[in-house]
């Protein structure tokens, strides 16, 4: 069974770079799936951010994409996200998920979800 | 850019009832269409891909239908547990989720 679990700050000062880092386990990183993170602010719809495959690969939310990186540290079987020169609108809660690459591109395993707040 | 517009955005029914969602899509999706279910607090949970195949572990109760821009997922008997907020995912180009139906009993 496929889990991830996110990690990092809860809390990240307005203007600062949110930090969050999504474990893997039950599945290699290198694995045929992208690697994505999708955010909820709260009371909202889902927002996809972006998606990293294991060769380094990366697609981002045309919307977001100034201001977000994906990195992936296989040996770590981990993904990463940084989102810069945040404002309280990018709170939410950030899930990382994994998207297959065949048949509708659904997301087929989520983190339980970790609530950032941008607050000073 | 594909829109994604799902309806209604709530609805009340009983148990035992036939539960309609729909979601259609600006242009064509083919069947790149996925649904979810959240409850709160938690993360969101597939229950069909493909417009209408079942996720493994998920009630049969649950299916969907559609392809091209319209799409459906129907509860077929609604059960208590069935009360979570449902959307639809478009997974035929930049993923994009619908702005999802609250269900409640």
């Known amino acids: 069974q496929v889990q991830l679990q996110e990690s990092g700050p809860r809390l990240v000062k307005p203007s600062g770079t949110l930090s969050l880092t999504c474990a893997v386990s039950g599945d290699s990183i290198s694995s045929n799936n992208w690697w994505s993170w999708v955010r909820q602010p709260p009371g909202k719809g889902l927002e996809w951010i972006g998606e990293i495959y294991h060769s380094g690969s990366t697609n981002y939310n045309p919307s977001l994409k100034s201001r977000v990186t994906i990195s992936v540290d296989k040996s770590k079987n981990q993904f990463s996200l940084k989102l810069y020169s945040v404002t309280a609108a990018d709170t939410a809660v950030y899930y990382c998920?994994?998207?297959?690459?065949?048949?509708?591109?659904?997301?087929?395993?989520w983190g339980q979800g970790t609530l950032v707040t941008v607050s000073s | 850019d594909i829109q994604m517009t799902q309806s209604p955005s709530s609805l009340s029914a009983s148990v035992g009832d036939r539960v309609t969602i729909t979601c259609r899509a600006s242009?064509?999706?083919?069947?790149?269409l996925n649904w979810y279910q959240q409850k709160p607090g938690k993360a969101p949970k597939l229950l069909i891909y493909a417009a209408s195949s079942l996720q493994s572990g998920v009630p049969s109760r649950f299916s969907g239908s559609g392809s091209g821009t319209d799409f459906t997922l129907t509860i077929s008997s609604l059960q208590p547990e069935d009360a979570a907020t449902y959307c639809c995912?478009?997974?035929?180009?930049?993923?994009?989720f619908g702005g999802g139906t609250k269900v409640e009993i």
């Open positions: 998920a994994s998207k297959t690459v065949i048949s509708s591109r659904s997301f087929d395993y």
């Open positions: 995912q478009q997974g035929y180009s930049t993923p994009l």
């Open positions: 242009q064509s999706i083919s069947t790149y």
